[in-house]
């Protein structure tokens, strides 16, 4: 783990994707205009574009149709299940869905940038590996009625190898 620069630093971001109990993926207030932006060029760019075919590339983006809305959003490709179907992460988000790769469509360069969502762990808490599953649903749903689309603020603590920000999170006067 990385002593990041930033450093007790203050982000204010919105919950968008509640992993565990102690991981969630948010976006930056700063960014809701280009979640705006992508989502509009999606729109026009994906029901045109071809459906990938060949190898696909896990470090490339591209446009997935998610199931619940039938949008298009930006993801990578996590692992492949089969010919059909894929494993994919919709990074201006973080969630996951197993997509058939019909829906899976190549987008130009200039929506190849990073994601608008980062990984985040609260600071000081990590799950047992002796767990019950019971516990763990509802430690994940008491974290996603705190931060799931509200506006909290996080002191950033430290940064994982993995890019995964580790912060203190907090509602209101409320210490998450």
Known sequence: MDEDTHY?????V???HIE???TFWAQSINRNKDIMKIGCSLSEVCPQASSVLGNLDP???YGGLFSEDKCWYRCKVLKIISDEKCLVRYIDYGNTEILNRSDIVEIPLELQFSSVAKKYKLWGLHIPSNQEVTQFDQGTTFLGSLIFEKEIKMR???TSQDGTVIAQAEYGSVDI
């Open 59 to 61: 470090k490339k983006i």
């Open 8 to 12: 007790d630093k203050v982000e204010d």
């Open 20 to 22: 565990d109990a102690v």
């Open 156 to 158: 950033i603590k430290a």
């Open 14 to 16: 919105v919950g968008s």
